[in-house]
């Protein structure tokens, strides 16, 4: 059984333009399916919930919308039984469907899915921290802390307060977002714990960021080596006492080119603990997580079945 879950406002309303599109072309077919769409934040992990908390039989859940998206169902969902994920990207910054090159027609990607010819058994992140209680956020992409997460809770709050308007294109609009941050940063001293043996100290950290996945924001590529099915993080890093230092950092981000200038360190784990001497904004997958002076990441090796 085929389940769609839809954001329609995903991509300032594509979300809901490819479905009616995808939606014609399953009227032609005699695919088994149900949609449900999504109306506020939240909805997509409580219907991922209510879909995978009961049973065991074979099930493929389908994400038609943003990373964001497809980053409630995978908190929502239950990994009883044989779970399938399938996604058909409609959001602006579409990171995952970069990593994993999936088609940009959504007509394409439906095909792969039903035809369900490669399935991919990839990890997927866990974000740790305290808030009034403890708080277990799962990530698909990457987890942050620091500008990049300053850069997401931006857009998010942009979001709220505006409809679907003109406005800049997505890409440039986030690009230009980074820069605005890059004038405001404020360096924080920290440090971070690989695998709880190796502890690393900095002085002047910009963000820190775990990938599952290479790209985040708007196409920046920060972990180029970042496997999605290795069972690893792939950490980045960027600390510099030089501010002017992060618009070339960041340029080489954009362009595929990361790790060119001083600044930047990778590391690889399965497990990492932050602490920051000032409360920090921190974001998993572009999802606000407020702001955190301790945070924890660890890695879950393939455990999501995905169709690509």
Not at 16 to 21: P, T, V, Y
Not at 225 to 247: P, T, W, Y
Request: charged share 25%.
């Amino acid at each position: 059984m085929y389940y769609f879950i839809v954001n329609p406002e995903a991509g300032r309303g594509r979300g809901e333009r490819i479905w009616n599109r995808l939606e014609r072309r399953l009227q032609h077919t005699r695919l088994e399916y149900e949609m449900v769409m999504t109306e506020k934040t939240g909805d997509g992990a409580r219907i991922a919930a209510e879909l995978t908390g009961q049973g065991t039989e074979p099930k493929t859940l389908i994400a038609v919308g943003g990373d964001g998206t497809l980053n409630e169902i995978i908190n929502g969902m239950s990994f009883r039984g044989q779970i399938t994920l399938g996604y058909i990207p409609a959001g602006t910054g579409s990171n995952l469907a970069r990593s994993l090159r999936l088609p940009r027609d959504p007509a394409r990607c439906l095909r792969r899915i039903v035809d369900a010819k490669v399935i991919r058994q990839l990890d997927y992140g866990v974000l740790s921290y305290e808030c009034e209680e403890p708080v277990h956020r799962r990530f698909m992409i990457s987890s942050g802390i620091g500008l990049d997460a300053q850069v997401c809770q931006n857009v998010l709050t942009t979001q709220e307060y505006r409809g679907r308007g003109p406005r800049l294109p997505a890409r440039l609009d986030y690009i230009l977002r980074v820069l605005f941050h890059i004038f405001c940063a404020i360096p924080v001293k920290g440090y971070l714990v690989l695998d709880g043996t190796r502890r690393i100290e900095f002085n002047h950290i910009y963000f820190i960021s775990a990938h599952i996945h290479p790209f985040e924001g708007a196409g920046f590529r920060l972990a180029p080596a970042a496997d999605g099915s290795d069972g690893f993080l792939e950490v980045c890093v960027v600390h510099n006492s030089v501010k002017s230092q992060l618009f070339p950092i960041m340029a080489d981000a954009l362009f595929g080119r990361m790790g060119r200038h001083r600044g930047v360190r990778f590391y690889k784990c399965q497990e990492l603990q932050i602490h920051m001497e000032a409360p920090v904004a921190v974001h998993t997958d572009g999802e606000n997580c407020f702001s955190q002076k301790d945070i924890h990441l660890r890695c879950i090796g393939r455990k999501i079945r995905m169709v690509v």
